[in-house]
């Protein structure tokens, strides 16, 4: 299943949950603007899915989402796999 955000998935759980599953993989490769709110999102999304049963992953964070959860603490919070992936940068 692919979600646009945190809430589309959240209001899926009832549906993932009733097919059997049981590990949620959040793929935050290409995630390079966010606020505060993103990152508690993420932690009430993981307590959510935790309180029904799932595990929740945080995958291949983009490097200023890995900086974000390390600098709040959060990877220590969040389950986090995978390096941080580089930004594209812009050719001059």
Do not use: C, N, Y
Request: hydrophobic share 40%; charged share 20%.
């Amino acid at each position: 299943m692919v979600a646009q955000s945190l809430s589309d998935l959240g209001k899926a759980l009832p549906d993932l949950i009733a097919q059997g599953v049981t590990q949620i993989h959040l793929d935050t490769s290409r995630v390079v603007e966010f606020d505060s709110s993103t990152l508690e999102a993420l932690l009430e999304f993981d307590a959510l899915a935790g309180s029904r049963g799932l595990s929740v992953t945080v995958q291949q964070p983009s490097e200023v989402m890995a900086l974000a959860l390390e600098v709040t603490g959060l990877d220590g919070r969040l389950t986090v796999e995978g390096a941080p992936r580089s930004e594209p940068t812009s050719a001059s």
